[in-house]
């Protein structure tokens, strides 16, 4: 057998030094990269590593002012009731007053009970004020109506723990200042966060039909920052029961059935950069703060008028077209059609929700 040139021995030699550096070299970098956006390359990958949730089956929506609302049961497939159910609405409070104005405002004729739970913690263990008990003269139009608890949490015995358990612990409370509100078997009751605000059309139906679901989630039309900045329509945590003796206050997956465009979303819709920095440090996914530098309020009023992300994130998809598709800045909206009745009535006091309003108050 021929042997090996010195030539071609010296090449392959030559070959495998220059990968050995190559390996040397990218490999540091790998791991740096992996350190300073493990998070990014995560959720980029997340169409490999993660399942998507099974689809829900969307119930049709049909509403046209002025029609009957026998014709409006029937288009749903259901059918008029002699007399209306009450209707209870649930919610956890941390601080969103303009949106729990806006909410209340829009629920208001139609709901028997508003039922609210505000705790003297966040989720992150953190000490804060009462806000709602603070501005219950902003509510007294709704007065006879709501059921407000405090809960009572302790900041120096929870700074540290899992926020999903203090959360966890605020919902089992609300479950049961639910059971103290007069509720029975057979009222509807809505188990939602207060910036999910469901159409005033969907409680209607909810009041007025016989053939509801059980249990029936409900799409909403999800915007960000502001009502200037629509997302997409999958926000679909919010949920209405048939009220029985074994309904708990959730925010899960908790059927397949899902009311199409049911109401609206409006996530971080704060009027101050103050109210912003609060939720980011406040709410269960605090841990999104990963650099001080994101708490920089010149930072978030940027970040609010171009539509971006707070937490530098991609957004969390499970297939590379729609991550892909959802990538930059959210569009701007020049329509303010179809939007809470209140909130258009009083423009004046809620610019900074409407399109071309994104200027925040220090």
């Excluded at 057998?1 to 021995?9: C, G, L, N």
């Excluded at 358990?165 to 639910?178: D, G, I, N, P, T």
Aim: hydrophobic share 40%.
């Amino acid at each position: 057998m021929a042997r090996r040139s010195p030539p071609v021995v010296k090449r392959k030699l030559h070959q495998e030094r220059v990968l050995g550096l190559l390996l040397l070299l990218l490999l540091p970098a790998f791991v740096f990269a992996v350190f300073c956006h493990g998070q990014k390359i995560s959720y980029f990958l997340r169409p490999i590593w993660d399942t998507p949730p099974r689809p829900f089956t969307r119930i049709p929506h049909y509403h046209v002012q002025g029609l009957q609302m026998d014709h409006l049961c029937r288009l749903h497939g259901w059918s008029l009731r002699s007399s209306p159910r009450r209707v209870f609405d649930a919610i956890l409070f941390s601080n969103e007053l303009d949106i729990l104005e806006i909410r209340y405002r829009e629920l208001l004729p139609y709901v028997h009970k508003f039922v609210i739970l505000e705790s003297n913690v966040t989720f992150t263990g953190i000490a804060k004020p009462l806000s709602f008990v603070n501005n219950l003269g902003r509510f007294e139009f709704a007065n006879s109506k709501i059921v407000h608890e405090a809960f009572s949490g302790n900041s120096g015995g929870t700074l540290g723990r899992d926020p999903f358990e203090l959360e966890a612990k605020q919902r089992v409370a609300l479950s049961s200042l639910l059971r103290r509100s007069g509720i029975a078997p057979g009222d509807v009751v809505i188990m939602a966060d207060a910036d999910e605000i469901p159409r005033a059309e969907t409680v209607k139906l909810l009041r007025w039909c016989d053939g509801v679901p059980p249990v029936m989630h409900l799409e909403l039309r999800h915007y960000m920052y502001s009502f200037e900045f629509p997302v997409d329509y999958s926000s679909w945590r919010a949920t209405a029961h048939l009220y029985n003796q074994g309904t708990g206050y959730r925010h899960s997956r908790q059927a397949d059935l899902m009311l199409a465009d049911a109401g609206w979303h409006c996530s971080f819709c704060f009027r101050t950069i103050e109210e912003f920095v609060f939720k980011m440090t406040a709410y269960s996914h605090a841990d999104r703060v990963r650099r001080p530098s994101f708490l920089d309020r010149r930072r978030i009023q940027q970040i609010i008028c171009r539509g971006e992300d707070l937490f530098d994130m991609l957004p969390e998809e499970h297939s590379f077209r729609e991550l892909i598709k959802k990538m930059g800045p959210i569009q701007k909206s020049a329509s303010a059609v179809h939007l809470p009745s209140f909130l258009l009535e009083n423009a004046d006091r809620f610019t900074f929700l409407l399109p071309g309003g994104c200027s925040r108050l220090k």
